[in-house]
């Protein structure tokens, strides 16, 4: 199966499911964003605990999306991957 179809077949699926308030607040869900822009997992990660935390997980979500940007930012930025590259 394709990414695309791979990717309508869930974003339907979920769609099927009722929003939690903490994301259908926002006029575009956040899950919705990150499929249809092809948001990379952990960036997708820092968007969803970002847009939640006042509502659902507090400091904890932020201390989640922060340890995703640490990956993201070790992973692409520091010295280690620019010598594998």
Same mark, same amino acid.
């Not at 990150?34 to 201390?63: F, Q, S, W």
């Not at 520091?78 to 594998?84: D, G, L, P, Q």
């Given at each position: 199966?394709?990414?695309?179809? %791979?990717?309508?077949?869930?974003?339907? =699926? &979920? #769609?099927?499911?009722?929003?939690?308030?903490?994301?259908?607040?926002?006029?575009?869900?956040?899950?919705?964003?990150?499929?249809?822009?092809? &948001?990379?997992?952990?960036?997708?990660?820092?968007? #969803?605990?970002?847009?939640?935390?006042?509502? %659902?997980?507090? %400091? /904890?979500?932020?201390?989640?999306?922060?340890?995703?940007?640490? =990956? &993201?930012? /070790?992973?692409?930025?520091?010295?280690?991957? %620019?010598?594998?590259?």
């Amino acid at each position: 199966m394709d990414s695309f179809n %791979k990717n309508v077949r869930i974003y339907n =699926m &979920i #769609k099927e499911n009722v929003s939690p308030d903490y994301y259908a607040r926002y006029d575009i869900e956040p899950i919705s964003f990150i499929m249809r822009n092809n &948001i990379p997992y952990a960036e997708g990660n820092v968007i #969803k605990y970002t847009l939640r935390h006042d509502m %659902k997980g507090g %400091k /904890e979500d932020i201390d989640k999306a922060i340890r995703y940007l640490e =990956m &993201i930012k /070790e992973e692409k930025y520091s010295a280690k991957s %620019k010598e594998v590259s």
